[in-house]
């Protein structure tokens, strides 16, 4: 009896059973063997992935589906049923980006403005056209006897508002919070305007950026950023005053297709399917999220996430080598789409017919290639998502790694969309380190032995719940350890795995407030202005008091040295 989550189409056992010539890798294939050793096996996988070839394996590219092409044939060559829609894959569309149509303009006071030089539109606006007189609407903030909303002599009209707010901006502003894209937008939406133009002349106010790439939310009307240069143009140096006004925008998407991939152990009179996923897509060129600042360069993300596929392949090789394991369906999904916003697991999860009833649990696998030579440590997150992980966490007997259990299922990778699903979920990692997200995440800075390890933990995990049945479900407190907000950044990369007094710096990024200060890599924060910082709460807890603009005092442990450091957000 074979059964899967989500309902298949009657058309994938026709096309899922065999590839199109034109489908197959175009970089040759590799199948790993049980004769060789598990970490040349995984460093196999790894050293493929992280290719220069595949170009970093963004979704949608010609890379991912490389990627997507070797992961079905290591599939298959272990014997793993196809369980996608289209033999080992589930196809999802989304949109990667966006980018202005070439016609669209934006001309004021008879002025035609050239796009990317003296304006550009946000991402937060929509699309639309129209002409009318441009209203300046001043800062539209909340105010005593004003509901900040412009004062335009009629509806429908292209209102123009300043970006930074009375007084100009700084953090003891009362309007601090007002100098916000999302802010002004509401406020010329209230109004009834048909088109927004933001400017400042504000020297302590950051210009909005672009994020074409990004998805945002877009207001009904089209909003434009002008710079300096389009302000000089249109008023010189002159107030704002009232313009005859045009404009046309139009966004050019890029929609494009990524893929899942599925394979499954079926095991009959089963009633319940265990789940095991990592995500092969990454960064490509360097779209948003990379911590890269130099010329654009490939993201191999070896640690991130070629070291979990390489998990995935081989935990789905573990299991069907041993068919004792039987009180389970193994469902193993290598997800594209993570880096995007979790994207391909979102989609399995709200799929027409996924049946949330028949999971048991889900493991998955997030950069695992970079367990610690001498500390060992092995992080699984979720474990308080079901009272059954953390005894069978408990059981597995190894000398060579400390397992660090807790935590909700909630977490930036695939795990959290199946939490989410109420689905017991737990997440094995092995901590960030200074290449997260940049060029230098390589194939040669991979422990594979310490990959094997994981390998072997996540399979005893698997082993210990065979028969423990359908495991509890336990959901998130809302407490006040919930993470708090806060719009100021350090701008470093924390050592989540570091267990002592205060809040280590993995790596510190360029041109942010640490490296201004003058913080190293390993430095320990002890404490930011009054605030002490005992561990990662507390340190996000003592960010959100502050605002950007303000300078504190930050403590840190350098070595035996503990140095005082003047801080500006």
Not at 280 to 292: E, N, P
Not at 511 to 526: N, S
Not at 539 to 549: C, D, F
Request: charged share 25%; proline share 5%.
């Amino acid at each position: 009896m074979t059964r899967f989550p989500f309902a298949r189409p009657v058309w994938s056992r026709l096309t899922g059973l065999a590839l199109p010539l034109f489908l197959l890798s175009a970089c040759g294939e590799y199948t790993a063997t049980t004769s060789e050793p598990l970490d040349a096996r995984v460093r196999a996988h790894v050293e493929y992935l992280a290719d220069d070839r595949l170009e970093g394996r963004e979704t949608g590219t010609p890379g991912a589906r490389e990627a997507e092409e070797y992961i079905a044939d290591q599939f298959s060559a272990i014997g793993l049923e196809p369980a996608g829609y289209e033999g080992y894959r589930q196809p999802f569309s989304f949109t990667a980006g966006k980018a202005p149509s070439a016609d669209s303009r934006l001309q004021i006071g008879g002025v035609d403005l050239e796009a990317d030089t003296d304006y550009y539109a946000l991402a937060e606006g929509g699309e639309g056209s129209g002409e009318g007189t441009l209203a300046f609407g001043g800062f539209a903030v909340e105010a005593d006897g004003s509901d900040g909303v412009p004062d335009l002599p009629a509806e429908d009209i292209p209102v123009l508002l300043d970006f930074s707010v009375p007084g100009g901006f700084h953090p003891h502003s009362k309007y601090y919070d007002q100098a916000d894209v999302r802010t002004k937008i509401a406020r010329a939406e209230q109004a009834g305007a048909s088109a927004l133009v933001l400017f400042t002349r504000d020297a302590n106010l950051d210009a909005p950026g672009k994020h074409w790439r990004r998805t945002v939310t877009e207001a009904p009307i089209p909003v434009f950023w002008l710079t300096p240069e389009g302000y000089e143009k249109v008023y010189g140096q002159a107030e704002p005053r009232d313009l005859p006004c045009s404009w046309s925008m139009s966004w050019e998407r890029d929609q494009r297709v990524g893929h899942n991939v599925l394979g499954m152990i079926d095991n009959p009179e089963t009633e319940s399917v265990v789940i095991v996923g990592a995500h092969y897509d990454h960064l490509g060129w360097g779209i948003a999220g990379s911590l890269h600042n130099g010329e654009p360069a490939i993201h191999n993300g070896a640690d991130d996430n070629a070291s979990g596929v390489a998990g995935l392949i081989e935990i789905a090789r573990a299991l069907k080598d041993n068919p004792s394991r039987s009180n389970n369906d193994y469902l193993f999904v290598a997800f594209s789409g993570e880096e995007l916003g979790l994207y391909g697991s979102k989609h399995m999860v709200r799929s027409a017919g996924f049946d949330t009833a028949s999971i048991n649990y889900m493991v998955n696998l997030d950069m695992v290639g970079r367990l610690d030579s001498v500390e060992r440590k092995l992080i699984v997150d979720g474990a308080a998502s079901s009272p059954a992980f953390g005894p069978a966490l408990d059981g597995i007997h190894t000398d060579s790694v400390s397992i660090q259990a807790g935590g909700s299922g909630i977490g930036s990778s695939d795990h959290m969309s199946f939490y989410l699903a109420g689905i017991p979920s737990v997440h094995f990692f092995t901590g960030t380190h200074g290449d997260y997200h940049r060029p230098s995440d390589d194939a040669d800075k991979v422990n594979y032995a310490g990959i094997a390890t994981v390998v072997q933990c996540a399979t005893g995990l698997i082993a210990a719940l065979d028969d423990d049945g359908k495991l509890a479900y336990v959901e998130a407190e809302e407490d006040s350890e919930a993470v708090p907000e806060f719009k100021v950044t350090l701008g470093v990369i924390p050592d989540y795995i570091y267990e002592g007094r205060g809040m280590r710096i993995e790596s510190v990024r360029e041109g942010r407030p640490a490296e201004e200060a003058g913080m190293q890599d390993g430095d320990v924060v002890l404490r930011l202005g009054e605030v002490e910082v005992l561990d990662m709460m507390s340190y996000m807890k003592g960010l959100s008091k502050y605002r950007k603009g303000q300078t504190v005092e930050a403590e840190i442990q350098r070595g035996e040295q503990t140095l005082t450091l003047p801080v500006t957000f």
